[in-house]
């Protein structure tokens, strides 16, 4: 066999958004010469609701059902892990792709270990290398300072996790089969107990979802300014966020981060307040449209992504904008 | 009596993240970072929360705190930071042949290390590295060493034969409990890493490494071979394409911003 295996995940029942941005991976490998086709797995106690035509691109939907894979099979995802690595071997893929999610960015590491064979992290680009005949990849590497492109040697499953984000979503509706696998004797020997979990949403419109960011840094000098943030936030229908010094510094849950280790946005207008603009946060906005800096320093690394700017105090600069869309708003 | 818990914190030697954008460099010849001249290496990030995680098990109770290192040019102030914060010993394997290696290469030469000098209850790490941020090292560490693993811990806490680790998650966290022995990654949630005291780093320069060779660790340079291959490495291209807004003052700027965005629409 050969073809790409492509590790979907289940929202609310069905294959997640980010799973369609793997199928628009995939089909580029696809499109560059990767033969063998494309198959989709999901995983979890009650796959019911999956159907093929929420796959399109997959030329087969392989369900994997054992309460061991229930949430994900909790957080350490020895069951996942188990499951994947049984069906590595019954179909024997060239190419197995990830979303880097809390899930993948676990999964997708431990299953390559576990077969012996390659893994590249938070990849952005996937090619078929024609020379070579093997995948390469690219990532971001030292927090987003370079990019590295690396080709998969040697043999045996190559196996990529894929940025959120990067990619679209795959469009259209699926036509493939649907078919179920059995894991259950491959799943024993789990280990690691999920004892809860506990959701911490940020109030209001999610970050993810945010059209529009108000997000803020070491510059605001504290906790208080955020309120400000939010102030506008509130205004425009948006969210705040946060880079990870702000949070380090404790002005605001962790929960608000955005960065290489937080959240990956894709607002219309991410309005950055007091922030340097360093790899690690520019990370998390490679999907932001329009990014809006107020930063006292114009050397500030924001204002080389940034399609507008101000130079200057945010405690001067904040209130007379938020001022003006309040009576934009009228 | 109960016996101390012994744990293993695997860190790395990385270029100081903090280079400012205009000092990082890359030598695209041989597809490597030109260190920054004048800015010395740091103990990764992540990997002194680790060491933090594994001292706050070590105040609350009875515990060994053993650091794991492999690399190449080490520098011995850098590295002993960990021992100056309350960490028991330090453990290097330093080797030219051990400069670059991929993870699969890395794991091995853990692996080994820990063979050497466990057995352990809890195995440590950062969530990723500053460098290449493949994080998943201790991922493979715990497949190699058949032991299960937990990401992203923000409290890591010791139970009887097992570790209940809180892990941080995009929206909220989970409540893990694995048997120990158990790799943890830790990040940042778990809070900031202690400042070494001064008796902390005059006990630490009395200390010295204790080092390991390829050959103490029956690996030969063809087990390091790497199985994903670096092509490229480069700084990508940004064009600036910045429109500064101007004002009066600071205030008319802000002002002149919300009515140049309502113009394009974009809010």
Redesign the interface.
């Known amino acids: 066999m050969a073809g790409i295996l492509v590790i979907g995940e289940i929202q609310d029942g069905g294959i997640s958004a980010v799973s369609g941005e793997l199928l628009t991976a995939a089909g580029k490998l696809v499109d560059e010469g990767v033969s063998g086709g494309v198959s989709l797995a999901v995983m979890g106690d009650d796959l019911s609701a999956v159907t093929a035509a929420q796959a399109p691109g997959a030329e087969r939907v392989i369900r994997m059902s054992d309460p061991a894979l229930k949430d994900e099979g ?3 995802y ?1 069951a996942p892990v188990l499951a994947v690595a049984a069906l590595n071997e019954s179909i024997s893929p060239d190419v197995i792709l990830f979303a880097k999610t ?1 899930f993948g ?2 999964a ?3 299953v ?3 077969l ?7 990849c952005i680009d996937v090619a078929l290398d024609s020379e070579t005949g093997r995948v ?1 990849v690219t ?5 987003g ?10 043999g ?1 499953t190559q196996i990529a996790t894929i940025r959120p984000g990067v990619f679209d979503p795959v469009e259209g509706e699926g036509s493939g089969t649907v078919e179920d696998f059995d894991v259950s004797d491959a799943v024993s020997g789990v ?12 109030e209001g419109v999610r970050l993810e979802d945010a059209d ?1 960011i108000i997000s803020g840094g070491r510059g605001l000098g504290g906790p208080e300014p955020f309120e400000q943030l939010q102030e506008l936030a509130d205004l ?1 229908g948006g969210a705040v966020g946060a880079s ?1 010094a702000a949070c ?1 510094a404790g002005w605001i849950d ?2 608000y981060q955005i960065g ?4 990956s946005v894709k607002p ?2 991410y309005l950055s307040v007091g922030i340097s603009g360093a ?2 946060h520019m990370a998390g906005l490679s999907g932001a449209r ?1 990014i ?3 930063n006292k320093d ?1 050397d500030a ?1 924001i ?11 945010w405690e ?6 938020t ?3 309040r009576d ?1 708003a009228g | 009596m109960r016996l101390a818990l012994r744990i293993a914190v695997c860190v790395k030697q990385v270029p100081d993240p903090e280079t400012p954008a205009s000092a990082f460099k890359v030598d695209e010849s041989v597809n490597r970072v030109v260190p920054a001249p004048g800015i010395p290496p740091v103990v990764n990030g992540f990997d002194l929360h680790a060491v933090e995680a594994a001292l706050r098990i070590k105040d609350a109770g009875d515990a060994e705190v053993i650091i794991l290192a492999v690399g190449n040019d080490f520098v011995m102030d850098v590295m002993k930071k960990p021992l100056s914060m309350g960490a028991d010993a330090l453990v290097l394997a330093e080797d030219p042949a051990l400069e670059d290696l991929d993870a699969p290469a890395t794991v091995k030469v853990l692996a080994a290390m820990i063979e050497k000098t466990g057995p352990f209850d809890l195995i440590l790490g950062g969530r990723q590295a500053s460098d290449w941020d493949q994080a998943h090292v201790p991922l493979g560490l715990a497949e190699r060493l058949g032991l299960p693993s937990v990401t992203l811990a923000r409290n890591v806490e010791p139970q009887d034969g097992k570790v209940r680790v809180e892990r941080a998650l995009t929206d909220g966290y989970q409540v893990v409990e694995a048997p120990t022995p158990t790799v943890v990654t830790v990040s940042n949630e778990l809070g900031e890493a202690r400042y070494p005291t001064l008796r902390g780093i005059m006990a630490a320069s009395r200390k010295q490494p204790e080092r390991l060779t390829l050959d103490d660790l029956g690996l030969t340079v063809d087990d390091l071979k790497p199985i994903l291959t670096l092509r490229r490495l480069f700084i990508p291209e940004s064009e600036s394409q910045v429109e500064i807004i101007e004002g009066e003052d600071e205030a008319d700027a802000g002002r002149k911003l919300a009515l140049r965005l309502r113009e394009l629409n974009l809010i």
């Not at chain 1, 990532?139 to 927090?143: A, E, I, N, T």
């Not at chain 1, 001067?316 to 904008?321: C, E, G, Q, W």
Request: a positive charge.
């Open positions: 909790t957080g350490g020895d809390d960015a676990v997708g590491p431990r390559a270990f576990k012996g064979v390659a893994v590249a992290q938070d390469a990532r971001p590497v030292f927090g300072n370079a990019l590295a492109i690396y080709g998969f040697n040697g045996g280990r690691t107990i999920l004892v809860e979990t506990v959701v911490q949403e940020s529009v425009l990870r380090d962790h929960s290489l280790t937080g959240k219309t207008v790899s690690q329009n809006v800096a107020i114009g690394n204002f080389k992504s940034a399609r507008f700017g101000v130079i200057g105090d001067k600069v904040l209130p007379a904008f001022a003006t869309v934009l």
